[in-house]
């Protein structure tokens, strides 16, 4: 199984909508950094290790556009070729995207979970998102809902 590497909004998220464990159905391990480790806060399930980087030149290269949470995490993704990475904000996924990185966000994982009949994609469960804070547009929405 490929490695997957979460940044913090994606666990924070999850957690809000007590789904946290579709990471484990999806993915079954999943790495982060201990940036994100104490970006989340939380105590982390056993389906959950630490990984850091071990490249401090890029890791510090990427701090200069991004927060260390997202800027360990694609150092830690540059470092682990065929992973994929989980980044929710815009500014982080374009870099990950310019890296030739295998992105994804919160919702595509929410998608995922939905295909396989995990979750369902349902308009209460979009309303909990947008509750949270979580930012969609409509085009987004209807794909989600739709299963798209």
């Known amino acids: 199984m490929k490695v997957v590497i979460a940044d913090a909004s994606c666990l ?16 079954g391990e999943i790495w982060i950094t201990e940036a994100v480790q104490r970006e989340y806060g939380l105590h982390l399930p056993p389906f959950i290790s630490i990984q850091n980087p071990a490249d401090v030149e890029k ?4 701090l200069r556009s991004l927060d260390l949470g997202e800027a360990s995490s694609i150092a830690l993704a540059l470092e682990n070729p065929g992973c994929r990475i989980i980044i929710d904000e815009k500014k982080g996924r374009q870099i990950a995207l310019s890296m030739g990185l295998d992105l994804t966000g919160t919702l595509g994982v929410l998608t995922e979970a939905a295909k396989r009949d995990l979750i369902v994609a349902d308009r209460q469960l979009v309303k909990q998102l947008e509750i949270l804070g979580f930012r969609l547009s409509t085009e987004l929405k209807n794909e989600f809902l739709s299963g798209s």
């Open 12 to 27: 924070i998220l999850l957690t809000n909508i007590d789904k946290l464990g579709i990471l484990a159905s999806l993915y």
């Open 59 to 62: 890791l510090n290269d990427l």
